[in-house]
């Protein structure tokens, strides 16, 4: 069965909204985004694989996007619901339960992590399937194997990729690659140290690393990803990171 361990919604929904790196992974995909959306409004937007609804509550609310968040855990559309947004879709991104050509926009923010290996391309291949000509899809993905921690453990992490990995996927799904970019790169050697030396050393089982921390620590860890942002957003793409946002416009 693929999906995340549903313990980690409760966890998402506790800090989503204020943790560092929910903060500053929002503001690298909106400095990817908007530059190539040029100020157009999407007339109806997927969140293929919505966790907790936060993301789709958000560009409802503070952009007025039409949404449609979709999940394959009932725990994250309970979330969802509390935020207002009316139904929620309940299905997998390997079928998703759309016509084709529904959507001008398809986002799926670290979804991709949680498949078997080599089933990215089918989920590429669907969110392709359901977009217009045109049409734009994002998508997050942890990036290299050896980043692998204790907490992607702990949320069911099943592979991570490469950006030639995804590249190729969205090739294969009739998308052609807009913007593609590593991000989360300056805390990169501190995360190699933690989840290769400390966390083996220490002996420590899988658990969560979504937890609130200090405010100056989150203030602290926040930013360097608030110096990637304006770096993205200026255009300059990152040639390694913890994390993968690629986007792909559908050409036919």
């Given at each position: 069965?693929?999906?995340?361990?549903?313990?980690?919604?409760?966890?998402?929904?506790?800090?989503?909204?204020?943790?560092?790196?929910?903060?500053?992974?929002?503001?690298?995909?909106?400095?990817?985004?908007?530059?190539?959306?040029?100020?157009?409004?999407?007339?109806?937007?997927?969140?293929?694989?919505?966790?907790?609804?936060?993301?789709?509550?958000?560009?409802?609310?503070?952009?007025?996007?039409?949404?449609?968040?979709?999940?394959?855990?009932?725990?994250?559309?309970?979330?969802?619901?509390?935020?207002?947004?009316?139904?929620?879709?309940?299905?997998?991104?390997?079928?998703?339960?759309?016509?084709?050509?529904?959507?001008?926009?398809?986002?799926?923010?670290?979804?991709?992590?949680h498949l078997e290996r080599g089933d990215e391309r089918h989920a590429a291949a669907e969110l392709a399937r359901v977009l217009r000509p045109g049409g734009l899809a994002?998508?997050?993905?942890?990036?290299?194997?050896?980043?692998?921690?204790?907490?992607?453990?702990?949320?069911?992490?099943?592979?991570?990729?490469?950006?030639?990995?995804?590249?190729?996927?969205?090739?294969?799904?009739?998308?052609?690659?807009?913007?593609?970019?590593?991000?989360?790169?300056?805390?990169?050697?501190?995360?190699?140290?933690?989840?290769?030396?400390?966390?083996?050393?220490?002996?420590?089982?899988?658990?969560?690393?979504?937890?609130?921390?200090?405010?100056?620590?989150?203030?602290?860890?926040?930013?360097?990803?608030?110096?990637?942002?304006?770096?993205?957003?200026?255009?300059?793409?990152?040639?390694?990171?913890?994390?993968?946002?690629?986007?792909?416009?559908?050409?036919?």
């Amino acid at each position: 069965m693929t999906g995340m361990n549903p313990a980690e919604f409760a966890n998402i929904a506790q800090s989503e909204r204020d943790f560092w790196w929910y903060r500053g992974m929002r503001d690298i995909l909106f400095r990817m985004l908007d530059p190539l959306l040029g100020g157009r409004k999407p007339s109806r937007v997927l969140e293929a694989g919505c966790g907790t609804g936060y993301l789709s509550a958000l560009l409802q609310t503070e952009r007025g996007w039409p949404m449609v968040p979709l999940d394959l855990a009932s725990e994250g559309l309970r979330y969802t619901r509390q935020l207002g947004l009316r139904e929620p879709v309940q299905a997998d991104i390997l079928r998703l339960p759309f016509p084709a050509a529904s959507f001008d926009l398809a986002l799926s923010m670290d979804v991709f992590v949680h498949l078997e290996r080599g089933d990215e391309r089918h989920a590429a291949a669907e969110l392709a399937r359901v977009l217009r000509p045109g049409g734009l899809a994002v998508v997050r993905a942890a990036a290299f194997d050896f980043l692998r921690s204790r907490h992607s453990e702990f949320v069911f992490e099943r592979q991570r990729f490469t950006r030639a990995g995804l590249k190729k996927a969205f090739a294969a799904a009739g998308l052609r690659v807009v913007r593609s970019t590593y991000a989360n790169t300056l805390l990169s050697p501190v995360a190699l140290a933690k989840f290769r030396l400390w966390e083996p050393l220490t002996t420590q089982h899988a658990s969560s690393g979504v937890e609130p921390v200090a405010p100056w620590l989150n203030r602290a860890l926040g930013a360097p990803l608030a110096f990637e942002a304006a770096c993205i957003g200026a255009g300059l793409n990152f040639p390694f990171g913890q994390s993968i946002v690629i986007v792909g416009e559908k050409v036919s």
